[in-house]
């Protein structure tokens, strides 16, 4: 076997085809005002295996029915195999014999099949992600699809992958590609139109050098593969880190549960202030302050007050509960708070917790609250859809997926994550009032949202939520055990401001932006006919949400 060194500009086929889908693709987008989603196209052309997991992300956002499932999943697999085949075939070596094209198409179509099968679940997460958007889906999903594409991908080639060691190069040429898509994507998702097809232009300029380097990296290798069946023997270690990392990430949370505990009742001379846990949250009456500082410390209970006026213990499942019935029971809690006290109420309230805090100061007339701060604050939830149990509509097969990891989650930890939940429900049906009551200010109320570095990943933060923010080095949850957001905190309620760090601000766009190539699609609000968007003329002070 003789092979030349690869070279472009003897495979110009392979580099047309490349950026032509790369420049189609963003065209298209932008065409349909689609623009949120354009840093996905640059994998359009990509090498195996990115090429499908481009296109799970659509089908599991855009499928309405499951015959449109069905028939869409037909057409994926076949027009990906046919891309794979001839981009694999255009970069083939020149002096080697290339497989007949039935061979090809044959091995590509099986490779794709299981490159979706292996690749589904981790689109599912990223789905489950633009609903709710919390970052550790986003950490479970991005590096175990990296890693399947490091076992999986010289299955565009050869037939015989699964059996073999794949030579370095061709990691190394996965993981480069990787990291070009990344980049590709950040900068179509913050160049201006003009720009979107030399960005487009290169970066299937780059997809053609990267078809051509893994293509002869694998025909071309000198010594003979080792048969060794790494791709499954991989596979099954990945899944078995996996569930063990869910065990263990759950049994710290717990731990951290049982370390950190709330006030019931305190009684100080100190401010009234409001403590609000997130979501799978759950609190047994233990009466350890929250906060650092001398506050009448209060905890917002998910299952309501006593006959005296007192929160009640609650669990893990009390948190389910829909959006509206929370915010219902905040303004119990907060008015008999208030009542009691005659002072103005301030609340500290994390995740979810920030979600129901944020909705009851902006559709409450005249709150009683002087302060809100909001730690690990939802950016943005339900950019996709998804049907009730038994109902078609977008996003259908994802949640049907979404289902099943749940049910498998549920055998591992005690926190329930199923899409079925009433909270995920009210906010998935409620999504364009929910994003834009998240933006709405509250005159006179002063506020500050602390989001954690990690949460950058999750999506674009908006500018205009409606209060100052700042960015904390910290994963999402669990700030109230953050020194430094303590002290945040008692400074912010006693009416000072800490310093600002705006390092961390440059960061977290860095990151924002280099996370947007991995996000799924995002629905648009006019084509889904389940979402009813509030009216332009309805001001913030008019929003209501429903139910």
Not at 133 to 162: D, E, M, N, Q, R
Not at 283 to 290: E, K, M, V, Y
Not at 419 to 436: E, G, K
Request: with cysteine; glycine share 8%; hydrophobic share 50%.
């Amino acid at each position: 076997m003789s092979c030349e060194p690869p070279r472009l500009r003897s495979h110009w086929r392979l580099v047309a085809a490349s950026m032509a889908g790369v420049v189609a693709e963003a065209v298209l987008l932008w065409a349909l005002g689609l623009r949120a989603s354009i840093a996905v196209a640059p994998q359009v052309s990509a090498p195996a295996p990115f090429g499908v997991f481009h296109d799970l992300r659509w089908l599991l956002v855009f499928t309405r029915s499951w015959m449109s499932f069905a028939w869409a999943t037909v057409v994926m697999v076949a027009v990906r195999s046919a891309l794979t085949a001839s981009f694999a075939r255009l970069a083939w070596p020149h002096g080697v014999p290339a497989p007949k094209w039935r061979a090809s198409l044959v091995g590509a179509a099986v490779f794709t099949v299981v490159a979706t099968v292996l690749l589904s679940p981790w689109a599912a997460l990223l789905f489950g992600m633009a609903v709710t958007p919390v970052s550790w889906l986003f950490f479970t999903a991005v590096p175990t699809t990296l890693f399947i594409a490091l076992l999986i991908h010289p299955g565009a080639v050869t037939s015989g992958w699964w059996r073999e060691v794949p030579p370095l190069r061709t990691a190394g040429w996965t993981l480069l590609t990787f990291l070009v898509l990344t980049l590709d994507g950040a900068a179509l998702s913050v160049s201006p139109t003009y720009l979107y097809v030399p960005v487009a232009v290169a970066a299937g300029l780059f997809n053609g050098w990267a078809w051509l380097g893994l293509v002869h990296a694998i025909v071309c290798r000198e010594k003979a593969p080792r048969v060794v069946p790494l791709a499954p023997i991989g596979v099954v270690l990945l899944l078995a880190m996996v569930a063990g990392g869910v065990d263990l990430g759950f049994a710290v949370v717990t731990a951290r549960e049982h370390l950190h505990k709330f006030a019931r009742g305190a009684r100080s001379a100190g401010q009234p202030v409001v403590v609000v846990a997130g979501f799978g949250s759950f609190w047994n009456g233990d009466t350890t302050p929250a906060l650092n500082g001398h506050f009448d410390e209060r905890r917002y209970s998910y299952r309501g007050m006593d006959a005296g006026g007192q929160p009640l213990s609650y669990g893990r499942s009390d948190t389910h509960r829909p959006l509206g019935d929370l915010v219902r029971a905040m303004a119990v809690q907060v008015d008999a708070l208030h009542q009691a006290t005659g002072a103005p109420v301030s609340i500290v309230a994390e995740s979810e917790g920030a979600l129901v805090a944020k909705v009851y100061a902006v559709t409450t007339p005249r709150p009683p609250i002087g302060a809100l701060i909001l730690l690990s604050p939802l950016v943005d939830p339900a950019r996709v859809y998804f049907p009730r149990r038994g109902r078609e509509g977008f996003g259908l097969a994802a949640a049907a997926e979404l289902r099943g990891i749940a049910g498998i989650l549920a055998t591992l930890s005690p926190v329930n994550v199923s899409t079925d939940t009433p909270l995920f429900r009210s906010i998935v049906d409620n999504a364009p009032t929910v994003r834009q009551l998240l933006r709405c200010p509250v005159p006179g109320v002063r506020q500050l949202a602390l989001f954690p570095l990690a949460d950058a990943v999750v999506a674009p933060h908006p500018s205009d939520i409606g209060s100052r923010s700042a960015v904390v080095p910290a994963f999402h949850g669990g700030l109230l055990s953050n020194p430094s957001v303590k002290l945040t905190i008692a400074l912010e309620l006693s009416s000072r401001r800490a310093p600002g760090v705006h390092t961390w601000a440059r960061v977290e766009r860095t990151i924002e932006v280099s996370a947007a190539a991995w996000q799924v699609p995002e629905l648009p609000i006019r084509l889904n006919s389940a979402w009813r968007a509030p009216s332009p003329s309805v001001g913030c002070g008019q929003l209501v949400l429903p139910g």
